[in-house]
């Protein structure tokens, strides 16, 4: 990436801005409680209020950061360091597994957020393989297609260290996953059924250093579509939260062998609106080189989203109507490829008017 093309440009109202505020940053939760080793015993009051914490993050933020969450430092570490090795590969060797609309899985580097370009570089790998997903957005073609990984040939380690690592993640996504049903009042395995096929993906972002950090995104600003997020960033930092009490973007501090974990927008529907998904952006910097991975946790491809009966009632009536999960995934994935004229699907579109 050399000099700045105007694609990368995004309007002057979400432009970054180069003060930054962490005044009241993010909680960060604690999660030793919930993570048994070995020698531990649960105790069910600590573990009361773990759940506590989250669902008070989840109403008041929407985000929240994690420790002691039971993914292996060593794990985390191999990913980091390979993930670097891989974007340190030729331009020409990375588009050898180039993904395009039908493989979707693998590294691209012309990535649109809200059809601005964002000024990074991608590498998508899935954790159930093959994943099952519906062949377009069009509701009428029941096609459903299998993505696969691929692999760089000079790189066989980043196999190995991605496959190890995903599955560590994926057990602490099930896990918030089961804390947030908690937290509503529900079952701990009330979402467990949702995700026996999930659709989760991890990312592995590089965000290049850039000459114009002020008029660029890194990833412009969104919201994350699937159940949950949870994301590792190196100690550049670079991602905000729109704080919800007062629209004010946040710089999220980097904390050490912390997960940042976000409510997506099927939660946010689920809940019936108990817990919002909420719009984040990454700025880039003009001398340091970031690297960030989200896990996407999302449900499998057949999953209808609604507002879960349980928490909805004639006082409290539904806000969404249903969807299918797969339908609008292949919707968003579309959109990263094709530059749309109209606004990218939200659950908005969904929302029953008042
Ligand atoms: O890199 C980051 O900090 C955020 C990435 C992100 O929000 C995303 O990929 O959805
Ligand atoms: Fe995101």
Known sequence: MGEVDLAFFQDPDH????????????P???????????NSISDPIAIEGVVREIGNACRDWGFFQVINHGVSL????KIEAVARKFFALPLEEKRKIMRDEK???????????????????????????????????????????????????YLPELRVVCEEYGR????????????IALSLGLPEDRFTSYFKEQTSFIRL?????????????????????????????DDVGGLEVKRKKDGEWIWVKPTPNAYVINVGDSIQVWSNERYHSVEHRAMVNSEKERFSMPFFLNPAHYTIIKPLEELTNEENPAKYKPYSWGKFFAHRQLSNYKKLNVENIQIHHFRVSE
């Open 74 to 77: 060593d794990k985390l570490l």
């Open 168 to 179: 560590e993640v994926e057990q602490l996504a099930l896990k918030l996953m089961g804390l």
């Open 28 to 38: 960060l939760i604690n999660l030793s409680p919930i993570i048994s080793t070995p």
């Open 15 to 26: 432009r970054p801005k180069l003060s930054i505020t962490e005044a009241e940053g993010i």
């Open 103 to 153: 493989n979707i899985l693998g590294y691209y580097d012309s990535e649109r957020t809200k059809n601005v370009r964002d000024w990074k570089e991608l590498f998508d790998f899935t954790v159930k393989e093959p994943t099952f997903v519906p062949s377009s957005p069009d509701p009428e073609d029941r096609e459903v297609i299998e993505w696969y990984n691929q692999w760089p040939a």
């Open 205 to 233: 972002n590089h965000y290049p250093p850039c000459p114009s950090p002020e008029l660029t995104l890194g990833v412009g600003r969104h919201k994350d579509g699937g159940a949950l997020t949870v994301l590792a960033q």
